[in-house]
């Protein structure tokens, strides 16, 4: 597999030679301002002990404190979370929100803990990192395989250690622990609201077919807001395998198979493919939303097609980028497409940091404003740029974190 910190500091150089930046500000990004790793000892059921390995990457703070998920997967590293965190930068630039970018892990298959370990580990990444993190450093939220429940016991421990209850040290809790209304569907929501402004500009039907990868928090609620809106999603995975039907998944079907089963695989009345067989899907929207490096240059010519929006971090190779740009398949990117988790997140922050409690409609209400403006000003970018849509959006990002970084090259 590709690095994906390799890919994205080519996604870097590639969009400073769309358009020229100092080559010192290319210089600085290239290099996250620190990074973490540390042991996690904890104390398991069967009374051994074994020691995880956590990471906390702070890639740049010029924008604002460090923000980003931590990431719960067997297969993360260090790598993948400094990918993740200069992503993190790029898209809350996007977004023009007042934040950083930084991304945190934990090497570890949360399915093989059980509930009252994985509240150990969640509070040793805290314990292990409290130095680092804090509502004006650094503010983690959920990512792959974490949860609201998981941001509680750790904004817990937070205040534990360190006495600031706030709560805005950390982002994507629960309700009732400070969490903002619409946060767990925010990341689809705002995809729903690029797709919104970028549709018509990009040749795609008023309905249409939609094929989702992946079924966790991001990809099941954009199954579910297509399906609301009347496009057919004809095709949802997970890691077990993909499952397809012509006319349109019934998406509340799926979602309570894989509630009893673990997995979207063998819902009555779907045809069941393999992970591969799903790219090839004939299909207007693609949306990848599972895990980086899913289309490369191996397998990009399968694809059909007509748009890719990425709600993944990191799906698209470069090397695929250009093959699907020579083909005229647009590539709506991470840092764009999903940037409505992060958003809502910042607004989570505010909130706490303020006493305050919005309505849903206020939240969705302000992140249809950002994304719809954001997704348009990429647009416009791209064309006048005569570039990729992700080139374009690294362009905005990159215009807005010369111009904070102006006066602290160093
Ligand atoms: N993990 C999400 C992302 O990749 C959300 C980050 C956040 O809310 O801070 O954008």
Known sequence: MPNPFDNALLQLNRASLAKSFSPELIERLRHPNREIRVSIPIRMDDGTLRVFEGYRVEHSNARGPYKGGIRYHQDTDINEVKALALWMTMKCAVANIPMGGGKGGITVNPKELSKGELERLSRGWVHALSDVLGPKKDVPAPDVNTTPEIMAWMADEFGKITGDTSGAMITGKPLVNGGSEGRGTATAQGGFYVFGALREKLGLPQMCRVVVQGFGNAGDHAAELWTQAGHAVIAVSDSKGAIVSDAGLDIAAVTAHKKATGSVVGLAGT???????????????????????????????????????????????????????????????????????????????????????????????????????EATNIFDTAQSLRTDLRRAAFVVALGRLEEAMRESHD
Do not use: Y
Request: proline fraction near 4%; glycine fraction near 6%.
């Open 271 to 373: 045809r069941m493919i393999s992970n591969e067989e799903l790219l090839a899907l004939d299909c207007d929207l693609f949306i990848p939303a599972a895990l980086e490096n899913q289309i490369r240059a191996d397998n990009v010519a399968v694809i059909r097609a007509k748009v890719i929006m990425e709600l993944a971090n990191g799906p698209t190779t470069p090397e695929a980028d250009d093959a699907l740009f020579a083909r005229g398949i647009a590539v709506v990117p991470d840092i764009l497409f999903n940037a409505g988790g992060v958003t809502v997140s910042t607004f989570e922050w505010e909130q706490n940091l303020n006493g305050q409690h919005w309505t849903e409609a206020e939240v969705f209400g302000k992140l249809r404003t950002i994304m719809e403006r």
